[in-house]
């Protein structure tokens, strides 16, 4: 199969090429997917793409006219395609349905212990001299109680090492997963009232934007930490600067941003303008932020190529790629 992949890393090429064998013919290119880069796949049967690129309606349906029939993407998470336009147009879809849970969930958790032990401002002081503990206090992890919100492959995860830990695990999901003895069942109410530390692990979709906003952190303890390695839009920015200005959120850890598109992934230090909620975020010492890069461990990588690869294999056998497939009509949307 030909394909061309957009937004390539260069620390992806390793575990691509090991993964294909040279099976198919996929062009490697950093640009990411765009109406104006469309052009790269002209020839090819279908597209590689990642979280930031932009698979909109209009991108397809270029997409459709130069003749892709498929687009995997690099990901767990689908909310960057319109699934519907790709189904309109015949395209098929496939993503990477489970690849190393434990690396997002032991960045959400390490976000969670930087931002209690002041790991950073501690750092910073240390490469100064300054070995003064002052401002520098945090709190045992054990015995907390931990909110999970998402039960599906990185919301347990996580939900096993505050476990490990010795927390309270409490979570919430539309589909409760059976048969678990770690965490005890709760409705979200009673998740924002009791949780003193809230790590979100759903998918963006509809039900899921904003679910994190002025109404929602009103219910929550005073001084919550709260974690979103999942996507930006679940918490809505503009709430919860407020929130920590009062004291509601004591503390944020963020791998993912509302308006990360077009910015995380590159470096933008010498832009002149710059995001200016971000920017209000990053001022604050209680907040965490890191650029979308849960998914970056070699492991995860690997898992990630391999499935990508394996839903081009099955393709090109004109098979189903199974639980990977996220087509529209299939996906139940
Ligand atoms: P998953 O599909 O295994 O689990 C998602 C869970 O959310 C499911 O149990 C589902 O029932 C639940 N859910 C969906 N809508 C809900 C709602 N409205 N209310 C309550 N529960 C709901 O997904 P997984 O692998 O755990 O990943 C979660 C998300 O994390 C992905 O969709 C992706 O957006 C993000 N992610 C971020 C990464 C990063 O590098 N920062 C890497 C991998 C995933």
């Known amino acids: 199969m030909k394909v061309v992949a957009y937004s390539i890393k260069p620390f992806e090429k390793e575990f691509l090429s090991k ?55 690099r990901s767990a998470g689908t909310d960057h395609i319109d699934r519907e336009a790709a189904s309109r147009h015949g395209i098929k879809v496939a993503n990477v349905p489970y690849y190393s849970p434990e690396a997002i969930a032991e960045h959400a958790v390490a976000l969670a212990f930087a931002l209690n032990r002041n790991l950073i401002k501690a750092n910073e002081h240390s490469h100064h001299f300054n ?42 999901d539309l ?28 998918p963006l979709n509809d039900g899921t934007k904003h679910i994190i906003n002025k109404k929602s952190l009103h219910q929550m303890k005073d001084g919550v930490m709260l974690i979103n390695t999942s ?25 993912v941003y509302e308006f990360e598109k077009g910015l995380f992934f590159e470096d933008h230090e010498k832009d002149s303008f710059k995001d200016e909620l971000l920017e209000e975020l990053l001022q604050f010492d209680n907040v965490l932020i890191t650029p ?3 998914y970056l461990t070699r492991e995860a990588l690997q898992g990630i190529a ?24 299939t996906a139940g949307l």
């Open 292 to 294: 979308h890069q849960a």
């Open 231 to 255: 996507r930006g839009p679940l918490v809505k920015t503009t709430d919860i600067i407020q929130a920590i200005y009062t004291g509601k959120v004591g503390y944020l850890g963020l791998d």
């Open 19 to 73: 993964a294909n064998q040279k099976k198919h013919e996929i062009t490697l290119i950093s640009n990411p997917l765009s109406i104006e880069t469309t052009s790269y796949a002209e020839g090819k049967d279908g597209i590689i793409v990642f979280t930031n690129d932009d698979v909109s309606a209009g991108v397809i349906e270029k997409l459709a006219g130069l003749g892709i029939k498929y687009i995997a993407t």
């Open 306 to 329: 391999n499935q990508t690869i394996k839903n081009l294999d099955l393709w090109q056998q004109n098979k189903c790629v199974g639980k990977a497939c996220v087509c529209a009509k």
């Open 175 to 202: 589909n409760f997963p059976e048969g678990s003895n770690v965490i005890e069942q709760v409705t979200l109410p009673y998740l924002y009232a009791n949780a003193d530390i809230i790590s979100l692990h759903v």
């Open 131 to 172: 070995f003064s503990n002052n401002g520098l206090m945090g709190f045992n992890f054990s015995g907390k109680t931990v909110g999970i919100i998402g039960l599906g492959n990185t919301g347990l995860a996580t939900a096993a090492i505050f476990k490990g830990l010795g927390c309270i695990v409490i979570g919430y």
